[in-house]
C-alpha cells in the first residue's frame, strides 16, 4: 500500500506557472505508475497526465498537451507536474493516483486503473 500527498497547488494568473509535488510512502515507489487527475466543480475527474514505473514513458490529455509535464524523482519518492501557460480553466482540484496495474498506456487515462489516490490540491487561475 502506499499514502500519496499532494501539495504545491494555490491561486496563479493567467499565463503563470506551478509545480505540483506528490509525495508518496509506504511500498516501493518505482512498484507504482502515477498519474494526476483533476476535477473542477460539477464536473468529473478528468486524466491529465501519466508516468511510467521508470520513467521513461509519458502521456498527456491532449488539453495540457506542450503547457504540462510529468515526471518522477525516486530518490525522494515524489512525482511532479509542472504547469505552465496555465490557463482559467486549468481551475479544478488536482489528485495524484498510483496505479499497481499493468497495460497500454492509453489504458491508464481511466480513473478505474489506479488502486490509490491523495487528497487532492487545489490550483486556482485568474483571468
Known amino acids: 500500500q502506499v499514502q500519496l500527498v499532494e501539495s504545491g497547488g494555490g491561486l496563479v494568473q493567467a499565463g503563470g506557472s506551478l509545480r505540483l509535488s506528490c509525495a508518496a510512502s509506504?511500498?516501493?515507489?518505482?512498484?507504482?505508475?502515477m498519474g494526476w487527475f483533476r476535477q473542477a466543480p460539477g464536473k468529473e475527474r478528468e486524466f491529465v497526465a501519466t508516468i511510467s514505473r521508470a520513467g521513461g514513458s509519458t502521456y498527456y490529455a491532449d488539453s495540457v498537451k506542450g503547457r504540462f509535464t510529468i515526471s518522477r524523482d525516486y530518490a525522494k519518492n515524489t512525482v511532479y507536474l509542472q504547469m505552465n501557460s496555465l490557463k482559467p480553466e486549468d481551475t479544478a482540484v488536482y489528485y495524484c493516483?498510483?496505479?499497481?496495474?499493468?497495460?497500454?498506456?492509453?489504458?491508464?487515462?481511466?480513473?478505474?486503473?489506479?488502486?490509490?489516490w491523495g487528497q487532492g490540491t487545489q490550483v486556482t487561475v485568474s483571468s
Open positions: 493516483a498510483a496505479s499497481e496495474r499493468f497495460g497500454n498506456i492509453v489504458d491508464f487515462t481511466t480513473t478505474q486503473m489506479y488502486n490509490y
Open positions: 509506504g511500498r516501493t515507489f518505482s512498484t507504482y505508475r
